[in-house]
């Protein structure tokens, strides 16, 4: 079954210091990847898909289908970017429904 | 272009109530979905609709109802409205790869 892990449930960082927002999965096929933030009391918001290689508000996640892993990285972290964040599986071949993980709370502190 | 609207934003029922949480469309998606959204508890799938006249149960789909008449609208009802249901609301429609855009949720308290 596919299945999406975010071992960490809280993480708190100081502002300008790098933050790894940790994301496992769990496919045997080839995965599109999603990350998505949900700032305070807002509707989810898409951050970055993994097939689009870019990078949004400084965050970059790579695809490591060794690891199964898809990490969301940014080197300095703002205190902006304090909020929740989820990371999403859709299995290919146009599957119905992404699979989520639980979710992390990141906080920036000053 | 709106996007997916959610109303209303905000609700109070009483125990027993029945209620619609509407949802709203204008992208023409084929694919549209309902979550819940409970305190370090992350999002958990009701009900969702892969296009008009279809629908399928999700991991809780328990003490709700939905239709799709039309591509447009996946309304969710509320039977009997306890307090369990208490949570955020959250609809979502796809098409293709891209991945979910979302409503602004609804926050729901029963009383």
């Known amino acids: 079954a596919q299945r999406v892990t975010q071992p960490e449930k809280l993480l708190s960082v100081f502002k300008g210091a790098p933050v790894e927002l940790k994301c496992n999965y769990s496919?045997?096929?080839?995965?599109?990847l999603f990350w998505y933030v949900q700032y305070s009391r807002q509707r989810l918001q898409l951050l970055l898909r993994?097939?689009s290689r870019e990078s949004i508000k400084g965050f970059t996640a790579d695809l490591n289908k060794g690891e199964t892993s898809f990490h969301l990285k940014k080197p300095f972290a703002q205190e902006e970017d304090s909020a929740m964040y989820y990371c999403?599986?859709?299995?290919?071949?146009?599957?119905?429904?992404?699979?989520f993980g639980k979710g992390t709370k990141l906080t920036v502190n000053p | 272009n709106a996007g997916v609207t959610q109303t209303p934003k905000f609700r109070i029922l009483k125990i027993g109530q029945s209620m619609t949480l509407q949802c709203t469309q204008d992208?023409?998606?084929?694919?549209m979905y309902w979550y819940r959204q409970d305190p370090g508890m992350g999002l958990k799938l009701i009900y969702y609709?892969?296009?008009?006249?279809?629908?399928d149960k999700g991991e809780v789909p328990n003490g709700y109802n939905v239709s799709r008449s039309t591509t447009e609208d996946f309304p969710l009802r509320l039977e009997l409205a306890a307090p369990s249901q208490t949570s955020v609301y959250f609809c979502?429609?796809?098409?293709?790869?891209?991945?979910?855009?979302f409503g602004s949720g609804t926050r729901l308290t029963v009383v």
């Open positions: 979502a429609s796809r098409e293709g790869t891209y991945g979910y855009t």
């Open positions: 496919y045997s096929g080839s995965p599109e």
């Open positions: 993994h097939i």
């Open positions: 999403a599986l859709l299995p290919q071949g146009g599957s119905e429904k992404l699979v």
């Open positions: 992208m023409n998606h084929n694919y």
């Open positions: 609709s892969v296009g008009a006249g279809i629908t």
